[in-house]
């Protein structure tokens, strides 16, 4: 599973214990250089100081494990996103001691979606100037041939042989 995932350990104040290469490679760090850094600073500025922040740390200590699609933020300042799971760990004594992340890169997934929705508004937007264009050309406004048209869609059914 190490292999395949990356996984990173925090203790209960999310300081970083350990992470393996995969996690430190996605993050753009050394293995060595994660260890003792806060999770904050995977994190954007405004998520960081979020009160959705202080409750993800607050519900890991109370022992809830948290999964979730989230954006973080690499060594060179770019965004990646992860699919990401946060388990809380008990110790020999009963009491929460670390929080284990196990996660995967998405992001090229994740940015192929923000392009495909891109272009999809780009198209919508060029057929609706198109649309607008058609029915200044033809002297109309685009409502009444919207009615027009389903008038003449009635009839033409009402028209076909049963």
């Not at 990356?6 to 994660?34: H, I, K, P, S």
């Not at 508004?121 to 009444?144: F, I």
């Amino acid at each position: 599973m190490e292999r395949s995932l990356a996984m990173v350990e925090f203790d209960m104040e999310g300081t970083v214990l350990w992470a393996n290469r995969n996690f430190a490679d996605a993050l753009g760090y050394g293995q060595a250089e994660m260890r003792g850094m806060p999770h904050r600073r995977f994190c954007t500025p405004a998520y960081a100081a979020s009160d959705a922040y202080r409750a993800l740390w607050s519900n890991l200590r109370s022992g809830k494990t948290f999964q979730e699609k989230i954006q973080r933020v690499a060594k060179d300042g770019s965004l990646l996103w992860l699919e990401a799971t946060y388990m809380p760990v008990r110790g020999a004594d009963g009491r929460y001691e670390a929080v284990i992340k196990v996660a995967t890169d998405i992001t090229s997934r994740e940015q192929a979606a923000i392009r495909h929705a891109e272009e999809l508004k780009r198209m919508a937007q060029d057929l609706s100037g198109r649309a607008d264009e058609g029915v200044t050309k033809s002297g109309g406004d685009r409502s009444r041939h919207r009615t027009h048209a389903r008038g003449f869609a009635r009839q033409s059914r009402a028209a076909e042989p049963a």
